[in-house]
């Protein structure tokens, strides 16, 4: 990482991958290994779900959970910061929105974690027979509720946090009320046994199917006027899922959609089964016969509604639900120092309202690739049909997407990549961000790891009245030191302090003592009270600092992100702690042949009694030790020294004779243990983090040597 002549902060993290066995939930399975771009989700009602990855051909399970809801989940979508969403219908008479935390360990203790509800409740969206989800650029949540015959058929609009949308929102409501009744002109049924919908890609308006063969647009500033009908295939063709795709997304696509080309604009896929009119052609093969089948339609919105490709599952009659894999602006197939591409996507999934079958099929040949959902885990319920199917990342059009930033190795001798965002800023921009990742205490002769990095700019992530804070962490997000320290805003990090930047990484580390470590840097918004959470649920920050900012934590390498974490005293400005260091001594060297090294702080801008109150519970003060390597190229991310406490802390105690605060190093163990080499020079950096948010996080930086002094 260069070091520019202006001042910079960094933030490193640590991710610590000594994880104990797989472990199972109560109920339901709990597999411990993080998500990645591409998993596939199925869930299949009584508010439960199936997380899958396809290893070589086949689906193997990551985790099943369950809301406790119990309800169809037909609804399932990706917010901005890649938590799943799920919608709940509670049997028909409610609308819910579970939100799910992403982490699937803690990365404080290394224990695989079921994913459970992120927020202290689900969203409720204000209706009846919840079942279908769409997500706008600033994490708006739109839930399509298709009645219950006592309730209506509506459309909620609900901001990041599960609020319902007011006009004051930002962006404000767009519907004409909240909930919006759907008007006659926008069902096919009323009520419909099933409704599906999808944003636009302008996020203008929203597309409908609701058990008949018409799709609808409801245009959201004439919703007043109801619904135009976008395609009608007549009564005898049943429509289900419906998905947007963004103009440009298919252009990857080769050598083309099933000899024909495809759109260049927005498109629209939709599952469908019937025959049109009275000459019994088939919607799904464009031939006359009596053999239904299901199928996914490919249609250009210009010309409106023209059929470009029918993509049939032979043998298949109940298919509903489909998603796009993700799209993607993939920065290592194209050039992105300029101009960013369009996100693309080839490939889309379809799966079986009466069975375990889904399938993959691509744009180009529309070969489906059959796999099956239903896999024992022993403690896990098996699925007898699918009602929803999302892809992990697989954001709508109308969402900031992600950019992929690299595709490589961490290979030998530094197993250390760098990777920088947004891709399209140049060297010396304050915009840009620099993210390195190395990894340590590989087993000897350790062949390339295969790592996948990924970004995203969420729009409108800070908090009112500059945003919606949709960048926040999870309301039970959890402190350093393991106690619960609820939503964090996020901090943006580049000249757009509107927006907070996701960071996502994908990779399979060896078992333990082996360990990832992150350096985000960037010469905008970050200082010493900026901590990195993993999975925006655990703050992991062990290491801050001017220069070369670091922090640590534990995780197999998930989503990552910034958040400013406040405090009644600032290491500067107009409240000053006044903490520092008597002993290490910033800059100075210290022999390595000593036992032990004591770290020791007063706060001069405190008083007495403040002080003292540094170590009351969620207290005491924690200390954090990392070494730097500044000469090393490539520049690899710090390597953590590890202490006996939370997050490879370990506490300070009061010394009431000295009136500081202290802790005792043993130097000599950390040597014997091999954390530090005693026959060479160790760069250090030592960080004091306060669990009782009275003083922002202060370090000191000294070096070990067997020459020194």
Known sequence: MKVRSRAL??????LLLALGNTSQAATGFAGGQPWQIGDIIVCFGSGSCNVLRIVNG??????????????DTHGVAINNTLHLLV?????GTASDVVEYTIASVNPQTGVAVAHQLATNSPFNAAGANGQTLAVNASGQIFVGNAGNGSTAPSITELDPNGQKTTGASLPALVLPSNPFTLPASCLDSHPPSVLSMDLSAAGDALYLTSNGGTIRKLTFSSANNGCTTFANFGANVTLYGIKDIPPGALANVSPNCKGTGCPQDEALLVVAIGNTGSDAVN?????????????????????TSSVVARYPVTGTTTLQSLTLNPLITDCTVSNCSSTLPSPTTSDFWLADSQSANFYKLDFASGTPIPYNANISCGTCTAVTGIQGIGIYGGEGSNQPDLTKLAST?????????VTNFPP????????LNTWTLTAYKLPSGQAPIPITLYASLIPNAVPPSNGNNSGATDPTAIGPTGTLIGTVSCQPTTTDSTKCIIWKADLSMPTSPSYLSEVIGSPTGLDNGTDVFVDLHYDVTNSTGFGDLSTSGGSKGSVHSLHEIASQFTGGGANPSGCTYSSPVQNTCYKTNRTTLNFTFQCSGLTQQQFLNL????????LSLVERFPTAKPKPAPQTIFLSGTNSKAPYRFDSPSNSYTFQWNLRAAETSGQINP???????GCTFDPTGTVQTFCVDFTLDPTCK
């Not at 086949?58 to 309800?71: E, V």
């Not at 919608?87 to 049997?91: E, R, S, V």
């Not at 190795?409 to 990549?417: G, V």
Request: glycine share 6%.
């Open 58 to 71: 086949t689906p193997t399970l990551l985790d099943q959970f369950s809301d406790g809801l119990l309800g």
């Open 679 to 685: 026959n060479s020079t160790s760069t250090m950096r």
């Open 283 to 303: 919607i799904c093969t464009n031939v006359v016969d009596n053999n239904p089948v299901s199928c996914a339609l490919l249609l250009d919105t210009n010309p």
């Open 9 to 14: 902060y960094y933030s490193v993290l640590t």
């Open 615 to 622: 170590q009351n519970p969620p207290g005491p003060p924690d």
């Open 87 to 91: 919608a709940d219908n509670a049997g």
């Open 409 to 417: 190795s961490l290979s030998s001798p530094s197993y250390t990549a």
């Open 424 to 431: 399209n800023v140049q060297q010396g921009d304050p915009s």
